[in-house]
Every structure is written in structure tokens, then in C-alpha cells.
């Protein structure tokens, strides 16, 4: 069980993440998204022990990362797979760290195997490995101490068509085996194929979370006008949520009657105005990290 409670970072008078709260539940993978800078390095770092919080936890089975005995045996963690030594080899890397962590030496073979690196892989130099390879390298090492509960920050990165499918049948059985994964990744296809639950942050904020199910399902109205801009004020001062939808649009977060209603109060003229179907990630990803009349992201608060 991974419990982020309150959580806010700030660096001087900078806030980079305030006030974040969720949960990632055993049997489960958690999607963890946002643009660039919005806070999700942060939060991880914070998690992992990388980041002291200004205010607020972040603990793993109720425990901040300091505080697990032999936290390697119960955390996978990867954050950066550049992180490696280029001078030794793959088995060398895991063998380092399996003497670290306790672990017996046989078992660097068997998550080399896993992850795809046996035989001549595992005996190459990781300065001459792909990105590919290295985030191979970097799941084994997140796997080597057999652990409840992996964290993983771009773990696809680098990863082929058949890398990509490879690690999600990876973290999928993880999961299924009671396994907690929270994943934060920018490949939102792939989220969607392979999380439960969904938690998006942005400007330092979480701006939604729920199940999968819950998000991609949620239903609003389309509408559309001559200028934007004026249709999204008079939605808002009607007090209805707005954001950014396909192409020039905006999603109204009320039914169309409510929505014209608003519209005809203020004189803003719509060329459209009807149902909205359930959304896609990539378009609810879109809509809730946009600045509402403009379709752009908000502005980052820090990486």
C-alpha cells in the first residue's frame, strides 16, 4: 500500500507540489501522469526517501522509505535508468546490488532472464547498452530483492513496440500477484492499456483521480462558438466547470440544456452544442492539464 497524505514540497518560496493525496492499493497499478513539471518527480523522490517533504507524508505499509528494514527487499524503484555504472556489466550491476540487499547471488540470473538481458546481455559493458537495455537493466534491479511495492518513472522509455507489450505483461502480472505498482509515464496509450487506477497532477495539484473506469467514462457537453474565449467566461461565471476539448472546442462540465441556457444569458453565440462520449486518456489528459478558453497547458511549477 502506497499513501501520499497532504503531501507539499517547496523549495524557498517556491511550492512545487502542494497539498497531494492518494492511494495505490495492492493488486493494483496506479497510472501517475502529468505534463513536464508538474510535480511528479517530486512527489516519487518524495516517496522513495530522495526528498524531504515540506509538510505532509509519503509512506509505503505505513512507514516513510527511511524507515523500512532492508527497503530494497520491499520497494523496486526505478527513477533514472542512466543511473548505472558504464564500466561494469549488467550481471556485475545486479550482483552489487543482490550483495547489498542479502540477496542470494542466483537470483541476478533469474531476473536477468525476466527482463529479457540472459547470455551475452548480461555480460556486456552498460556503457555500450541501448536505453532500451538500460531500462531492462533497471526493472531487474528493481526486482532483484523480490518486492511488494515497485515505483517506476518513465520505465518505457527507450522501449521498442515489443519492449512496450513485453513490460506491460510485467507489470500486469505483478499486480495480479497482489503486487503495488505506481507508474509514471508520458506514454498514455499505454497507461490506459495496462493501469487500474489514475491519478493526474498538474501545476503541482492533483487535478483527478479514480478508477480508470470512473475517468475515461465521466460525460459532459460538447459545445462550440465563433470565439472561444467568451463562450468559456460565460460558462464560467454560470459556474460551470469548462475545458479544453478536441480541436476548437470546449466540454462542459453540465448538460446541454444548462450549458445553453448559460450561453444565451451572456449572448454567446454556439455553432454546436450536444453529448459527449466517454473520453480516451490522451483526450482527458489534454482537457484536465489545459488552461480552460485556450487550449494550452498550465503553466508548470517545476519538474
Given at each position: 500500500?502506497?499513501?501520499?497524505?497532504?503531501?507539499?514540497?517547496?523549495?524557498?518560496?517556491?511550492?512545487?507540489?502542494?497539498?497531494?493525496?492518494?492511494?495505490?492499493?495492492?493488486?493494483?497499478?496506479?497510472?501517475?501522469?502529468?505534463?513536464?513539471?508538474a510535480g511528479k518527480s517530486t512527489t516519487l523522490r518524495a516517496l522513495v526517501g530522495l526528498t524531504v517533504p515540506t509538510s505532509g507524508t509519503a509512506t509505503i505499509a505505513g512507514r516513510a522509505h527511511r524507515d523500512l528494514p532492508n527497503a530494497g527487499r520491499q520497494v523496486g524503484v526505478l527513477l533514472d535508468a542512466g543511473a548505472q555504472h558504464a564500466g561494469r556489466t549488467g550481471r556485475e550491476t545486479l550482483t552489487l546490488t543482490a550483495m547489498v540487499l542479502g540477496v542470494d547471488t542466483e537470483r541476478v540470473d533469474e531476473v536477468l532472464g525476466q527482463v529479457g538481458l540472459a547470455g551475452r546481455?548480461?555480460?556486456?559493458?552498460?556503457?555500450?547498452?541501448?536505453?532500451?537495455?538500460?531500462?531492462?537493466?533497471?526493472?531487474?534491479?528493481a526486482l532483484l530483492g523480490d518486492p511488494e511495492v515497485l515505483v517506476l518513472d518513465e520505465p518505457a522509455n527507450g522501449l521498442d513496440p515489443e519492449g512496450i507489450w513485453w513490460m506491460r505483461g510485467l507489470l500486469r502480472g505483478f499486480a495480479?500477484?497482489?503486487?503495488?505498482?505506481?507508474?509514471?509515464?508520458?506514454?498514455?496509450?499505454?497507461?490506459?492499456?495496462?493501469?487500474?487506477?489514475?491519478?493526474?497532477?498538474?501545476?503541482?495539484?492533483?487535478?483527478?483521480?479514480?478508477?480508470k473506469t470512473e475517468l475515461l467514462g465521466r460525460r459532459?457537453?460538447?459545445?462550440?462558438?465563433?470565439?472561444?474565449?467568451?463562450?468559456?467566461?460565460?460558462?464560467q461565471t454560470a459556474g460551470i466547470a469548462v475545458s479544453a476539448g478536441d480541436d476548437d472546442a470546449l466540454v462542459a462540465d453540465a448538460d446541454p440544456l444548462a450549458v445553453g441556457q448559460a450561453a444565451a444569458a451572456?449572448?454567446?453565440?454556439?455553432?454546436?452544442?450536444?453529448?459527449?462520449?466517454?473520453?480516451?486518456?490522451?483526450?482527458?489528459?489534454?482537457?484536465?492539464?489545459?488552461?480552460?478558453?485556450?487550449?494550452?497547458?498550465?503553466?508548470?511549477?517545476?519538474a
Open positions: 500500500m502506497i499513501t501520499v497524505d497532504h503531501l507539499t514540497k517547496r523549495y524557498g518560496a517556491r511550492t512545487v507540489v502542494s497539498d497531494v493525496s492518494f492511494t495505490c492499493t495492492p493488486g493494483s497499478v496506479t497510472g501517475f501522469l502529468g505534463p513536464n513539471g546481455p548480461a555480460g556486456t559493458r552498460v556503457g555500450s547498452y541501448s536505453l532500451g537495455m538500460r531500462q531492462r537493466l533497471g526493472l531487474a534491479g495480479d500477484r497482489g503486487g503495488t505498482v505506481l507508474l509514471s509515464s508520458h506514454q498514455l496509450r499505454e497507461v490506459e492499456a495496462v493501469a487500474d487506477q489514475l491519478v493526474v497532477i498538474s501545476g503541482g495539484r492533483i487535478v483527478a483521480q479514480g478508477s459532459g457537453t460538447v459545445v462550440r462558438g465563433p470565439d472561444r474565449a467568451v463562450l468559456a467566461r460565460a460558462l451572456a449572448g454567446a453565440v454556439l455553432t454546436e452544442l450536444g453529448q459527449a462520449g466517454g473520453e480516451g486518456l490522451e483526450e482527458l489528459f489534454r482537457a484536465l492539464t489545459a488552461s480552460p478558453g485556450t487550449g494550452t497547458q498550465q503553466p508548470a511549477v517545476a
